[in-house]
């Protein structure tokens, strides 16, 4: 299995961001996928759930009104947009695939590190 994260991104304030993740080595539609990020000398922090099978959302509500999940059965690829950004949403940005099982599996991206800075 291989969750494969697109590139870094600087971006401005007040603009946004879309991020890449795109799964391989098993049946894409079979697990949620979480988005995950982590901000310099900060712990991860939870942003919410899609279910790829029909593309059900879940968003944590400190992200509900700025964050989009989608996922595209075609190419098994998730994605993470966020808009409105601000200099606290410098982080590295974590996909991971998961199944509760049993046994629970998970597979986490490689990161992708979004800077914003003007």
């Known amino acids: 299995v291989q969750m494969v994260q697109s590139g870094a991104e600087l971006r401005n304030p007040g603009a946004s961001v879309k991020v890449s993740c795109k799964a391989s080595g098993y049946m894409f539609t079979s697990y949620d996928i979480d988005w995950v990020r982590q901000a310099p000398g900060q712990g991860h922090e939870w942003m919410g759930r899609?279910?790829?099978?029909?593309?059900?959302?879940k968003y944590a509500q400190k992200f509900q009104d700025r964050v989009t999940f989608t996922a595209d059965t075609s190419t098994s690829t998730a994605y993470v947009e966020l808009t409105s950004l601000r200099s606290d949403d410098t982080a590295v940005y974590y996909c991971d695939a998961w199944t509760a099982g049993p046994p629970f599996r998970n597979y986490w991206g490689q990161g992708t590190q979004v800077t914003v800075s003007s």
């Open positions: 899609i279910d790829p099978e029909d593309g059900g959302t």
